[in-house]
């Protein structure tokens, strides 16, 4: 491996391998994830049983009949020592969508505590969500959930110390430095400071690929947008949720 490379490798057990990117923070990695996994794919993935892309990592669960897996390390060395991390402009097709979200106290039980812990108005925490454009880092936690990066500084919120039992499907949400949906009822932390009638998730029996089945992809650009309450019931309606 080269030195003062940018990756991390970690073996994690029998057949499993963590590789964390450490390079400079500046240039989010998502998009080297995104490769660095599509070149493993192409070289050694008859060997690969399951891959995890997060942000900044990626975990890799091979299969090891016929194969060890110190073998298997000593190719991801090589893989890392020829893999160039700087970002290459056009890599992602450029998918992008526009989300509307309600952001009214009545749907969002955390807009004023993240206007409040920032001196802000409701309506400049609305504008700063709102104007900013976002990238899908992840999608995990649960089938669907996209994290976006990066939200204002100004807005950044920590997690709640006490998660909720249940967040409702499409509460808009921010945690830390990213935001993200909730494409379905579940426990949660982040804080919610809007809904969308925007269904993110659909059932797989409705979908063709079942790729399709979450509407986000890694490196996919998102923006968000206001919209009333009259506009928010009329498009929940249309979308049948």
Known sequence: MKEHTPFALERLNENTLIIQFTGDDASPPTEAVARLWAVID????????????????????????GAHLNQILQQIQGILAGFESTPQEGYFPANQHVIPVYYHRSVAPDLHYVAESHNLSIEAVIDLHTSTTYTVEAVGFVPGFAYMGSVPPTIATPRQATPRTRVETGSVGIAENQTGIYPRPSPGGWNIIGLTPTQVLHPLNQCINPADA???????????RSISCAEFEHLHEESGQ
């Open 42 to 65: 192409q070289q050694i993935g008859h060997q690969l049983r399951n891959a995890v892309p997060a942000s900044c990592s990626l975990l890799l669960e091979f299969e090891l009949e």
């Open 214 to 224: 979450c509407v986000f992809k890694t490196g996919d650009r998102v923006q968000f």
